[in-house]
């Protein structure tokens, strides 16, 4: 069993990491709140990349602890993620959510996003050469 730690392999670090998903993105998750957008990458693990802004985020605390939970919750499901990079960005009013709708929010939106990036797989195998 691989490791849950949240690593530098398991971050995008440059900005032709995030421009990449912003291109190409698949797999999104729309919410009010965020958007979590997603592309396949080459990797057996997933990499996170995180666009917390002051202007939809005013406090540098309330910025720090949205993107602590999102990296705890990523890291938690990690396994299901694996072969993805995604981008989280936050919208206004994400802060104004408590920790608890803060972390259900989150837990569901990785829950659906693990669910339409397995929805991609299986068509890619069909018997179509169109």
Same mark, same amino acid.
């Given at each position: ?45 997933? /990499?996170? !990349? *995180?666009?917390?802004?002051? +202007? ?8 720090? =602890?949205?993107? $602590? &939970? ?20 936050? /919208?206004? !009013? *994400?802060?104004?959510?408590? +920790? ?8 569901? =939106?990785?829950? $659906? &996003? ?17």
């Amino acid at each position: 069993m691989s490791s849950l730690a949240f690593t530098k392999s398991h971050r995008l670090l440059n900005a032709g990491d995030f421009q990449a998903v912003f291109n190409d993105a698949p797999v999104r998750a729309p919410h009010a709140h965020l958007l979590i957008l997603s592309r396949p990458n080459t990797r057996n693990h997933p /990499r996170l !990349g *995180l666009v917390i802004g002051k +202007k939809n985020v005013r406090l540098a605390t309330s910025r720090n =602890q949205i993107k $602590r &939970l999102l990296r705890e919750t990523f890291r938690l499901r990690q396994q299901e993620l694996a072969g993805l990079d995604i981008v989280i960005l936050a /919208r206004r !009013g *994400l802060d104004q959510l408590d +920790k608890k709708n803060q972390h259900k929010l989150f837990d569901k =939106q990785w829950s $659906r &996003l693990i669910k339409k990036a397995g929805d991609l797989q299986p068509p890619a195998r069909s018997g179509n050469t169109a």
